[in-house]
């Protein structure tokens, strides 16, 4: 499977486990065994490290304390369409991993915007000082 350019997985790589899919599905449900399990270990696999240093420091539900990727397929009604959606999610979790996110620049409010907001709350004080007892 291609994950990029010069990033590619075996398929020896990746462990299929065919289960019964849950809920509805009538008769059909208790015999076939149309979803799967996809498992995928990162540490023996032929990714970069630097794929896996940011696969392995992602906290996910997906990602085991071991270092697996566990994916549970089971939206289609056939075993093949399954596969294919389970090797799409893996292939989108590893490439998330691997966005860079720009680092954020700190930055402080303008000395106009903070004199704008001094004035807006002394002029606000005066309404609410006005909504006092009047003496007569």
């Known amino acids: 499977m291609k994950i990029s350019n ?64 566990v994916i549970k397929a089971q939206q289609h009604r056939t075993q093949e369409k399954n596969r294919q959606d389970a090797l799409e999610r893996l292939k989108a979790l590893i490439l998330a991993a691997t966005v860079v996110r720009k680092t954020r620049k700190a930055t402080k409010p303008s000395k106009n915007s903070q004199k704008k907001r001094m004035d807006k709350k002394t002029q606000r004080g005066r309404v609410k000082q006005m909504r006092g007892k009047v003496d007569m």
């Open 6 to 69: 010069n990033v590619e997985l075996l398929d020896h790589e990746i462990e299929w486990t065919a289960i019964r899919a849950q809920g509805a599905g009538g008769q059909n449900v208790n015999k076939v065994s149309s979803a799967v399990h996809l498992r995928f270990d990162i540490k023996a696999s032929s990714l970069p490290e630097f794929y896996k240093e940011r696969l392995l420091s992602w906290s996910d539900g997906r990602i085991t304390s071991e270092g697996v990727v």
